[in-house]
């Protein structure tokens, strides 16, 4: 690099002397750096003509090409700086389909108007894309990053707090009475398992008291619920956000019983660590959460 600029400065200013100054070396330093350089390109470079010196035709040749390589490499170290509205980039985001109804609209609005060049994709969360997220190819995803599928190399920020209620049918034997852990775990219920497989801290914390619930049904689209719960005497337990979304007059909503400790749990955003300086994924990330406080 040190010899970049060397070359440089002797291409553009046709003396050893008047190099040094530029680049800041002394006058035999600079005759050492164009004796390597001489030595490394196998040309005179510089030659005398006259009273001062002249570059030779393959020095002439090199002028731009060093003048290009110079500012490729000091564009390596030079912060990327992100604009709105020139910006190109690509944004694979992936969320419940209740937090895309609620969450994002305002975002995808002020993105429409600031950032016009930008490409948005909305996926479902899904345990692919989950796996997709961790591998960096999903640019965001949304969720509880301590309660579902284990989350590898990911960064994470909360950006508002929801709890847990159960929903059952209007009607229901356990709908008119605080639930008990032994009601709650003696009832049938429906999961919401984007993963089809187990209910997480729920089951753990039945089995340090010795029960067990019977899941009967395993629910992966959120907006679903009300239509399955309403006409049967399952119960499922979901964030209250949810709730509120699917709720209708065939449903009741219940507080869990207090013996499974489910206070308020943070809501994330989450993405792979990788794009966790990039210019475009930090501004993309300040945006939503600002969205977030301003519903709050």
């Not at 040309?43 to 002028?63: F, I, N, Y």
Request: proline letters at 6%; a neutral charge; glycine letters at 6%.
């Amino acid at each position: 690099m040190n010899l970049l600029k060397a070359l440089d400065a002797l291409l553009e200013t046709e003396s050893v002397s008047k190099a040094a100054v530029l680049v800041n070396l002394s006058q035999p330093a600079m005759s050492r750096a164009l004796n390597r350089l001489q030595h490394a390109l196998k040309d005179p470079l510089l030659v005398r003509s006259g009273r001062g010196m002249v570059l030779t035709p393959r020095a002439e040749a090199l002028r731009a090409p060093v003048r290009e390589a110079l500012a490729q490499v000091s564009s390596v170290f030079t912060p990327k700086v992100f604009d709105p509205a020139k910006a190109q980039d690509h944004f694979r985001i992936m969320a419940p389909d209740y937090l895309a109804q609620t969450l994002l609209p305002p975002v995808l609005g002020q993105l429409v108007n600031l950032a016009p060049g930008v490409q948005i994709d909305i996926e479902n969360l899904s345990a692919s894309g989950v796996q997709q997220m961790c591998e960096g190819h999903i640019s965001l995803g949304f969720g509880v990053v301590n309660d579902g599928p284990v989350l590898e190399n990911v960064a994470s920020q909360a950006l508002f707090q929801d709890r847990q209620v159960c929903l059952m049918r209007k009607g229901h034997p356990l709908a008119a009475k605080t639930l008990s852990l032994e009601d709650y775990a003696g009832a049938t219920h429906a999961l919401l398992s984007i993963t089809g497989k187990g209910g997480g801290r729920i089951d753990d914390i039945l089995n340090e008291h010795g029960l067990k619930r019977t899941i009967a049904l395993r629910v992966a689209h959120f907006m679903t619920i009300s239509a399955v719960i309403a006409p049967t005497d399952l119960i499922i337990t979901v964030p209250e956000m949810l709730a509120a979304q699917v709720m209708t007059e065939d449903l009741e909503l219940v507080a869990p019983p207090k013996e499974l400790g489910m206070p308020h749990f943070s809501v994330s955003q989450i993405w792979h660590q990788r794009f966790t300086k990039d210019p475009a994924h930090q501004w993309l990330r300040r945006m939503i959460k600002s969205a977030c406080l301003v519903q709050s």
